[in-house]
């Protein structure tokens, strides 16, 4: 046994860089090393007095057994209060006890260490690892560990949702019993970038559900050492099933049509591209099928856009149902459809294709009670032969379709090199036609339309006439569609409108008999929400002119449009006084409930029923039914298109009120109508 008081073992206990104390047989301290009274902060005799008052036992981690008679260690960790920092510190003590010759215990050897900061450390440790082990399992995204042969050591519970197994059944399992072996050498190239860079993907590939099902991923992982030197995945495991449901949604709105189910204008366009190039590799011909329905607005006026809407989706189907497998069909917008047909031996076969797509279409479309009828008009361009690009076939066959329908309904038309010239003639026209006023090159003449019975001018009609610097006069049919087109009708219109209100003006003025002046109207005009007719009414007080002194000359058309546009402008014009005048009557679709909900004045016979007119003639017939429906509803009639005295004397027997004709005189300039008013110059008397 060593002597404590020795000063050898003094100088030696004080080296010792831990905190030695020496208790006896009472439990108190009877000595202290150097490094035991600096961690006490007391030196001497004070420390020892203090000592035992200062130390709180938190707890014995291995309590020594005095009892058994052995040497025996024991470990505990003591509470200090730091008067200097003014905070706790723990200790921890191993002790050792000492016993005499008697067996006796004599001294208790204590050696104690500051783990206050190491207690910090582990406390902070604890709680970041509870962090972590919540964020782990709370995780959306599916975390898991595995050795680099697969197998599957940790995951979170997301991980187990995405794969349909437990916890259990997923540490059972072969890496390949999740991964199909379709990507066997997908996942060799990110094992290659796992082990060169540390890391791998994003990579996307698919898991085998527990049900059978695959289930797309998005994976990114990356490469860690474990504490027993072994290389380990962590890997983040995406689920993007949704992603793909929306990603697949977001390309059919940007594709296809999502009213009929068919590719829509750009994704037409795509595979006409495509199919350009294969044919032009192949060396085979393909044709493109430009489909309208004829007359479609009546369907959606008469029966509500829903109604329209059902149509076209049966035609779709129709459509499909008609067409080969090889086939291509789209639809671009409204009621246009457009095909292609990808083989064929000839254009007869064409010409077959598309008369039996045009008979499907045609017959009954059956909603309910409902039975509607429709038709359509197809134009068809070729490549080769008719373009080589896919804007300019698709612009051919629409081409071709005008001229289908020009030619009445229901029909087909192939592309030829006419369309084209004509297509640019009619946009030459219409940029002409933008310059045409600004450079004042429009004229207004009057025609004549006398009483039958008396043969005065009581009435006429303004037509437009363009003075074309090259062309010379051109007739408003031949550039009115083309301004319709364009949309400079608009203005054209109310130029009309101006003129014809300041000649009836001038002629006041010069003393000529007053007359009631017809005015045409565009359709177009009329569907366009503006407020033109109030120029008008405010033009008319400006003049001091009455509004009946105009008669506003319409096609048979405008009255199914029952748009509230469009009825709130024909009302509009009741109210300001201005006569109605239904122009070409007999060639369109007017009924009898039309004429009654509107105020019209004037049924205006089309020249076509007034050509053929003899006595007993089936034209004659006509006519007269018509005067007599007329007259039935109180509407006076304009004969249009008399050119012989037979004519004249035919209608006014059948008791027609007007005639205007070559007959009474031919349009004229403002000049010539104007001496005629104030000669007085009558025609044939009846």
Request: charged content about 30%; aromatic content about 8%; proline content about 3%.
């Amino acid at each position: 046994m060593f002597n404590l008081a020795d000063d050898r073992v003094r100088l030696l206990l004080d080296t010792i860089p831990v905190a030695l104390s020496l208790e006896d047989g009472n439990g108190r301290r009877v000595s202290l090393n150097r490094e035991s009274e600096a961690l006490w902060g007391e030196a001497g005799p004070a420390a020892l007095r203090d000592l035992a008052a200062r130390a709180i036992p938190l707890r014995s981690v291995q309590p020594c057994d005095c009892a058994a008679g052995d040497d025996c260690c024991g470990e505990r960790e003591d509470v200090i209060w730091d008067d200097e920092r003014q905070a706790c510190r723990t200790l921890r003590t191993l002790r050792r006890a000492i016993f005499d010759e008697h067996g006796q215990l004599r001294h208790m050897l204590n050696a104690s260490v500051d783990i206050t900061e190491s207690k910090r450390l582990e406390l902070e440790l604890r709680d970041s690892e509870k962090k972590l082990r919540g964020l782990f399992e709370l995780c959306p995204l599916g975390i898991a560990l595995t050795t680099m042969d697969g197998a599957y050591l940790e995951f979170n519970e997301a991980f187990c949702r995405i794969c349909g197994y437990s916890p259990d059944e997923i540490r059972k399992l072969d890496y390949w019993a999740l991964t199909p072996r379709k990507y066997a050498e997908a996942e060799q190239i990110q094992l290659r970038s796992l082990l060169e860079f540390g890391h791998y993907g994003p990579y996307e590939k698919e898991y085998i559900r527990k049900d059978g099902c695959c289930v797309p991923l998005r994976l990114t992982g990356v490469l860690l050492q474990g504490s027993d030197g072994k290389s380990y995945i962590w890997s983040i495991i995406e689920d993007v099933t949704e992603q793909r449901k929306s990603q697949e949604a977001i390309w059919r709105h940007a594709n296809f049509d999502m009213m009929t189910g068919l590719p829509n204008r750009r994704m037409f366009y795509e595979r006409l591209e495509r199919d350009i190039l294969s044919s032009a590799v192949e060396e085979r011909r393909l044709a493109v099928i430009f489909l309208d329905f004829d007359n479609f607005k009546e369907i959606n006026d008469a029966f509500g856009h829903d109604k329209g809407d059902e149509v076209l989706r049966e035609a779709a189907r129709r459509l499909k149902s008609h067409l080969r497998e090889s086939d291509v069909i789209g639809r671009l917008s409204g009621d246009e459809f457009t095909l292609i047909l990808r083989s064929f031996r000839d254009d007869q076969e064409i010409d077959n294709v598309v008369q039996r797509l045009l008979a499907t279409l045609s017959e009954p479309y059956r909603f309910g009670a409902d039975i509607l009828h429709a038709s359509a008009s197809v134009g068809i361009a070729v490549y080769p032969d008719d373009g080589a690009a896919a804007d300019e076939l698709i612009r051919h066959a629409d081409q071709a379709m005008y001229e289908a329908k020009a030619q009445g309904q229901g029909r087909f038309s192939h592309f030829h090199r006419e369309l084209q010239e004509e297509a640019s003639h009619r946009s030459r026209m219409a940029m002409e036609l933008r310059h045409a006023l600004v450079e004042k090159q429009f004229r207004l003449y009057y025609q004549p339309i006398v009483a039958l019975d008396s043969g005065e001018v009581l009435k006429a009609e303004a037509l437009l006439r363009w003075e074309h610097p090259r062309l010379g006069l051109i007739g408003g049919g031949d550039f009115i569609p083309v301004a319709e087109q364009a949309g400079s009708i608009h203005a054209i219109g109310q130029w009309v409108f101006e003129e014809a209100a300041n000649q009836v003006a001038r002629w006041d003025r010069a003393g000529c008999p007053p007359i009631q002046l017809g005015i045409n109207r565009s359709p177009v005009e009329f569907r366009r929400p503006d407020n033109a007719l109030d120029a008008w009414t405010t033009q008319l007080a400006q003049l001091g002119l009455c509004g009946s002194r105009f008669v506003v000359e319409i096609t048979e058309g405008l009255l199914v449009e029952q748009t509230p546009v469009v009825r709130g402008q024909l009302e509009q014009l009741g109210r300001i006084g201005s006569g109605l005048a239904l122009d070409d009557f007999g060639t369109g679709y007017s009924s009898l409930s039309y004429l009654r909900k509107f105020d019209v004045d004037f049924l205006k016979i089309d020249r076509s029923f007034v050509q053929g007119l003899a006595p007993g003639s089936e034209d004659l017939a006509l006519c007269e039914a018509m005067i007599v429906m007329a007259e039935k509803l109180g509407i006076k009639v304009i004969a249009e298109g008399i050119e012989t005295e037979q004519q004249r004397d035919l209608l006014a027997a059948a008791g027609c009120h007007f005639g205007q004709g070559y007959w009474f005189g031919r349009p004229m300039p403002a000049e010539a109508f104007t001496r005629r008013l104030l000669q007085g110059k009558g025609v044939v008397s009846a």
